[in-house]
Each structure stands twice: as structure tokens, then as C-alpha cells.
């Protein structure tokens, strides 16, 4: 990484139309011409989401899913949005009684829930007309450059993507960064969705088009699961921290683990920590919170899973007794996950905000395009257990646990902080980072988002947990780790396994926008008009 940014983006409040940030400079950019068009943060959103789906089609897409949390400036009230898919009717779990598929048409056992997503919170929460928000990206599926990250992630994926008749032609197309690519396909399916909504993918000739496709080639998903998908509006989970009230999505996402590690850290003074035990009380924390959701974290409709109990203090308090300065716990045990997804977050000049992540789940999903829609399907559905019995196990019509987990940090019910992160198991992990380090340390956001970062868990590959840091942190304080009893995996100086994680913080006078080094983004502040930007009345 070359001169990365050491400041966060600056505006003051006066002058604000809003921040936008995203891992791809184009999708930013997307989200800023709306919001100069007078739209909102909701519209905004849907603008970059549409844009990373062409821009970034290797993390995400219009085969994945996208989960949202929003913020009302109006009526100070946090709104979340859980886009999943749900998995097949017809879904044959003896089929997959020892193994479920990790690629392949076979893997895309989940509706795409991506869509109807920025669909539902456009009707409730949107100012401009929908179709002037797929306009930018159907300009950049006539043709865009094609980014480091879609260039290292193909020519990592190039036997998976051959393997593809539509895929192959979709996405083998380009050999060096900065070449131009077209995605004709993809730009009639966006103009088809700009005309007709989200009937049109669900309940129309695009899902008719995936079914055509993939169900010949093993995928057990429907017309049926296509037409009876819907987007929930959800309550979100919180916690406070350090005077913060943090929010979170409910199962069957992850959030939970996010409270339980804050409530686990909350007594420890953070700011008087040496680095080893900073790392280690963090790592620590996280096997602790890991445990429990693996052990509770599904689909809510097929279990009772006690989250306000799980997420509290005096639970919180139980738990820390488990937790030893002096040496790292041992025989914790987790799923392999994939990470390979996109975070956005906007905030506009009345104060409204949209936290949001949309995935494919592994890189490039299951591998699979329908040569005439131009984007792959996701493979999410890997990430059931194929014990039927246990939370997370397979079953027809049913959400897998989702790794996707955006972020909010209110201050007396105003907000303050938009946040997370890609990364699968990293996503509670940094957003713990960067709230200790912000909140804790008092750093700025960019440096928050800069400084090295850790990995617990395990990833598609490895036989077993360990703990991945940044080559940047000292080879003295990796030996501390050791002697510790943790597992080390040392990666790049600046790994984009690690993720990428972006920040808005609202402040009185000004907006701030950090956006990391890591990806291929940019934050944009955006200088007001005289627009309108507030949220309708849900």
C-alpha cells in the first residue's frame, strides 16, 4: 500500500450534502451524483449498491444479498432491513446430509435477495424517481475499468469462472488493471429493472431466466422461490458502549456477536492496555462471542434464540470470568466462512444514514451467470450446516446465517458513527477495532480504519483457527502472541482479507468520511444545494 490516506474527508455541516463511502471510487461517485440531485441517503444507497453490482462483481451483485440498517434524522429511530434469501422449497436435505456444495449451479441454493432489498427501502424511505437511481450503473455496464481487486480475485478464479459458459464470457474479458469493461448484459437487465422494479427480477423474465439456466445444471431453486421472496423490516439488537448505543441486525446475521464482545471488553480500561493485551483481550472476547453464535445463530423462524438475554450485560458479566489475561483459550472451534463482500455507508445533510453490506459470499458466488443477465449467483447457502438438527442446519425455505453485519453508533439517540466492514468472521472483529479505537483512544476515523488489523477464525481451506495479523505489527509483539498460546497466520502489510472498512461520523459542525486504504474507494464529501434531502415518513 502506497501513501495511504492519513486524514479522514472533512465538511463542514453548513456546507454538507452529504458522505458517501464505498470500496470502488466509481460506486462513491454514483452515490454523490444523487445525492447533487437532491435525493436522499436511501437514494443514494441504492445508486452505489446498483454500481457496485457492475463495478464490483466479484464481491457482490444482483445474485447476492444485502442486508441495511437506517437511520430517520425525523424520528431519531434506527430501521433495519434484512435482505437474505431464503433457501429452495425444494431443496433436498438428504442430498446434502455430509456435505453441502461450496460452487457450482448445485451451490445456488438461495433466492438473491440483493434486489429486492434497495426495492423495499427505496418505497419506504426513497425521494427520487427509482429509475434515476440504476441510471448511473447502467451507464457503467456500457463500460467501466476494471479495478485491482476484480483483477487479482479473476485471475484467482479463472478456472472456477471457465468452468461457466456464461461466466467465462462475462467476466474472462479483461488482462490488465484499468481495462475497459463492457457488460451489455448487465446494462439490460438494470434498464429492465428501472422500467418494472423488482417484479421484474423476481416475479418476471429475469428469474425465469436464472431458473432456465442453473436448474439443469443442479440448482434446486424455483419460479415458486423466486415469486414468494420478500425482504423483512426488522428490529434491530443494541448495546451501549462507552456512551454509544451500538446497533445491530438480529439473527440470522451475526450482530449479536458484536454486542457480546463490547459488553465482554466494556470493564477493561482499553486506552491503558499495552499492545499485546489489547490484541489478546480481543481475541479472547471474540472466541467467547463466537461460541455462542455458532452454537444459537439461524434462521429465527425455525428456532427461539435468546438474543436479549445473550446480548446483556449481566450475561456479559457471566461470560468474562472465562477470560484469561495470561494465556489464549484453547479448543474453540468455528465454521470456515467465505468474506468476500461490499460495505457502504451514507450520510446526508439532514442527518440521515444508511449502513449497508451486499454479497455473493465467496468470491464470485457459485460461479455461475446466466450468459444473458451478466452476473453470477451467489453460493450462500455453503454456509448451512448439514445437520439438519443444528441451528444453522439445512432445511427448504429457510435463511443460512448471514455474515453480513452494517453498523450504527448513536449518541443520545442522534447518530454519530456509520459503519463495518467485508470479511466473514473478520466483520465483528474490526467493528470492535474500529469502536475501541475511535471511542477508546480517541483516534480519528482514518486512522482507526489504517491502523493494522487481526483476524480470528478460520476461512475456506484451513484445517483449523488461528489468528491472522498484519505483517505491519512488530515481530515483538507477534513473539508475545506466541508465548501466549495463540496461532499465528502473518499476512500482507496491508491484507484485503482483512477487509474493508469504512466509517461516516456525524458530528455538530461537520461530516467525516474514512474510507480504507485497502480497497479500490474513495470517501466523498459532497457540497450542499438547496435541496431537500430529509427521509419521507415511513
Known amino acids: 500500500m502506497v501513501n495511504p490516506p492519513t486524514e479522514p474527508v472533512h465538511i463542514n455541516r453548513s456546507q454538507a450534502h452529504g458522505m458517501v463511502v464505498s470500496p470502488h471510487t466509481i460506486a462513491s461517485k454514483a452515490g454523490e451524483t444523487v445525492l447533487r440531485q437532491g435525493g436522499n441517503a436511501v437514494d443514494a444507497a441504492v445508486a452505489v449498491c446498483a454500481a457496485l453490482s457492475v463495478t464490483y462483481p466479484h464481491m457482490n451483485g444482483l445474485g447476492g444479498d444485502g442486508l441495511w440498517l437506517i437511520y430517520d434524522a425525523a424520528t431519531q429511530q434506527v430501521y433495519g432491513l434484512n435482505g437474505s434469501g431464503r433457501s429452495a422449497a425444494g431443496l433436498d436435505i438428504h442430498a446434502h446430509s455430509k456435505e453441502l456444495p461450496q460452487r457450482g449451479a448445485a451451490a445456488a441454493m438461495t433466492v438473491p435477495g440483493a434486489v429486492d432489498a434497495w426495492w423495499c427501502a427505496h418505497r419506504r424511505f426513497g425521494q427520487r424517481p427509482w429509475p434515476t437511481l440504476l441510471q448511473p450503473a447502467i451507464e457503467l455496464a456500457q463500460g467501466y475499468p476494471l479495478s485491482s481487486s476484480q483483477f487479482r480475485w479473476t485471475r484467482q478464479d479463472q478456472a472456477l469462472l471457465a468452468a461457466d459458459q456464461g461466466a467465462a464470457a462475462t467476466f474472462l474479458t479483461a488482462a490488465a488493471v484499468g481495462d475497459r469493461i463492457q457488460n451489455p448484459a448487465l446494462a439490460r437487465v438494470l434498464q429492465s429493472l428501472a422500467k418494472g422494479g423488482a417484479d421484474e427480477f423476481y416475479r418476471g423474465p429475469i428469474a425465469r431466466a436464472i431458473v432456465e439456466y442453473v ?147 465467496f468470491d464470485y458466488g457459485c460461479g455461475v451467470a446466466p450468459p444473458e443477465l451478466g452476473f453470477v449467483l451467489n ?160
Open 215 to 361: 436448474a439443469p445444471l443442479g440448482s434446486p431453486l424455483g419460479l415458486e422461490d423466486f415469486a414468494n421472496h420478500r425482504s423483512d423490516w426488522v428490529q434491530p439488537i443494541t448495546t451501549t458502549y462507552r456512551g454509544q448505543r451500538i446497533y445491530q441486525l438480529p439473527p440470522n446475521t451475526q450482530g449479536l456477536a458484536v454486542l457480546q464482545m463490547l459488553n465482554l471488553i466494556e470493564p477493561y480500561d482499553i486506552a491503558s492496555l499495552d499492545a499485546v493485551d489489547y490484541y489478546h483481550l480481543m481475541v479472547e472476547a471474540t472466541k467467547l462471542a463466537f461460541c455462542d453464535r455458532n452454537r444459537w445463530i439461524g434462521d429465527a423462524a425455525f428456532t427461539d434464540i435468546p438474543s436479549q438475554q445473550l446480548g446483556s450485560k449481566a450475561y456479559g458479566h457471566r461470560l468474562r470470568h472465562h477470560l484469561d489475561m495470561h494465556r489464549a483459550q484453547t479448543g474453540h472451534h468455528t465454521v470456515p466462512m467465505g468474506g468476500d463482500t461490499v460495505y457502504a455507508a451514507v450520510v446526508d445533510a439532514q442527518g440521515n444514514g444508511v449502513s449497508l453490506l451486499q454479497s455473493l459470499y
Open 379 to 538: 453460493n450462500r447457502g455453503a454456509i448451512f450446516s448439514p445437520d439438519p438438527a443444528h441451528v444453522n442446519g439445512v432445511a427448504p425455505k429457510k435463511r443460512p446465517l448471514q455474515t453480513l453485519i452494517p453498523a450504527m453508533a448513536l449518541e443520545h439517540d442522534r447518530l454519530n458513527l456509520v459503519f463495518g466492514t467485508m470479511g466473514g468472521e473478520g466483520q465483528p472483529q474490526t467493528q470492535v477495532a474500529l469502536l475501541t479505537r475511535v471511542l477508546d483512544l480517541g483516534l480519528d476515523i482514518q486512522t482507526a480504519v489504517n491502523l493494522p488489523r487481526w483476524r480470528w477464525g478460520r476461512t475456506w481451506g484451513q484445517p483449523s483457527a488461528r489468528l491472522a495479523l498484519e505483517g505491519r505489527i512488530e515481530p515483538t509483539i507477534r513473539h508475545a502472541l506466541r508465548q501466549r498460546g495463540h496461532t499465528l497466520q502473518i499476512e500482507a502489510n496491508w491484507s484485503e482479507p482483512m477487509g474493508h472498512a469504512h466509517m461516516i461520523r456525524v458530528q455538530p459542525d461537520c461530516l467525516q468520511g474514512a474510507c480504507d486504504p485497502r480497497s479500490d474507494g474513495i470517501a466523498v464529501g459532497v457540497v450542499a444545494s438547496s435541496c431537500d434531502k430529509s427521509l419521507k415518513n415511513p
